[in-house]
């Protein structure tokens, strides 16, 4: 992995720094309520300096760079951006999570299945790609250049490095113990017949965690087999679980619940040590089809259903155009 002394000595240095953090948002606000207190205990201390609360289960920061974000996301934020200024680490108060293990409850309906024979998956192969995907199905939305250019940093140490070196730092301390590797991927499913790219999307592993980010989807069918695949490949890979973000209706179908978040921080900081080494692999493009119907003992055509009358996990867009995969964090609230 590579080296994140840098960040490290930052970590060592504002040790000293941050106590005035609370006491300054007591006394600007001249309230300081639960909510309040509630985010800034899931706040670490070493963090501080670099970020503050926003409102609601947002933080915000001024920094892009990719070590920062990685310690985030290894503290369990989901980091999006507010604009090309403003880093808004997100901590939502209950997160939609599938799990993966030590039973799988991920649904994969018979229709995605037929459907999975026309495509293929692979990982890591065209990120530049996926967010011009995404901007085009979206907008820029939360995908400002800055955010993306660290995302692309952190794929490329992944790619390389097999990982960026977040800080292992203890709760309440400024003396890093150790590192954890956090790992970006891009997710691409391709039109297996035309070998156009279908769908995609971007997203990050910390232990036995992934967490989906956000993605696109411009064929029929894409986005559910694309969901189904992968759900299918982060078994074979060893995950836990698979951290959905948002609650949304489609997340649901497939199998996802919601947990408080400060279970899911729990979570986080306890796989990020015991799964350290879990890697999402795909070697080159491989059909849809051989990944899903990949069966372990446990996971069985018992999680096999039908999505419920009247939705899909590809939604509909309103002015009844193509079907869309709903992209994570569609709206901020």
């Known amino acids: ?20 953090r609370s006491s300054a948002l007591k006394n600007a606000g001249e309230v300081y309520n639960e909510e309040v207190s509630d985010a800034l205990a899931l706040l670490p201390r070493y963090l501080r300096v670099y970020v503050s609360h926003y409102h609601d289960d947002f933080y915000v920061a001024k920094s892009f760079d990719p070590r920062l974000i990685a310690q985030l996301m290894c503290e369990g934020f989901l980091p999006i951006a507010g604009s090309s200024r403003f880093l808004l680490p997100k901590l939502h108060l209950e997160r939609c999570v599938l799990q993966l293990r030590p039973h799988s409850k991920l649904h994969i309906s018979k229709s995605t299945r037929k459907k999975s024979k026309r495509f293929q998956l ?34 490329r140490e992944t790619i390389e490095y097999g990982g960026c070196a977040a ?14 590797p956090v790992r970006f991927y891009s997710v691409e499913i391709w039109n297996a017949t035309t070998g156009e790219l279908a769908g995609g999307e971007l997203g990050y592993s910390v232990g036995g965690i992934y967490t989906s980010l956000t993605g696109f989807t411009n064929e029929d069918a894409a986005g559910s087999v694309q969901l189904a695949a992968l759900g299918k490949l982060l078994l074979q890979c060893g995950f836990i679980n698979w951290d959905l973000g948002m609650e949304m209706e489609y997340k649901r179908q497939l199998g996802a619940e919601l947990i408080e978040r400060t279970d899911f921080v729990r979570e986080v900081h306890r796989t990020r040590v015991e799964n350290k080494d879990l890697v999402l692999r795909c070697n080159g493009r491989k059909n ?11 996971d069985d055509d018992a999680n096999d259903t039908k999505p419920r009358h009247g939705t899909k996990h590809d939604r509909t867009t309103n002015d009844g155009g193509a079907k869309k995969r709903p992209h994570k964090d569609e709206k901020m609230k």
């Open 288 to 298: 849809a089809k051989e990944i899903i119907d990949f069966d372990r003992p446990d």
């Open 167 to 180: 800080q292992l730092v203890e709760k309440d301390s400024f003396r890093p113990s150790g590192t954890i």
């Open 122 to 155: 692979s990982i890591n192969a065209a990120f530049d790609d996926v967010v011009k995907g995404c901007h085009k199905q979206h907008g820029i939305n939360w995908l400002f250049p800055p955010i993306v250019n660290a995302f692309r940093a952190l794929q």
């Open 1 to 20: 992995m590579a080296s994140s002394s840098a960040l490290s000595l930052l970590i060592q240095r504002v040790g000293t720094m941050s106590n005035g």
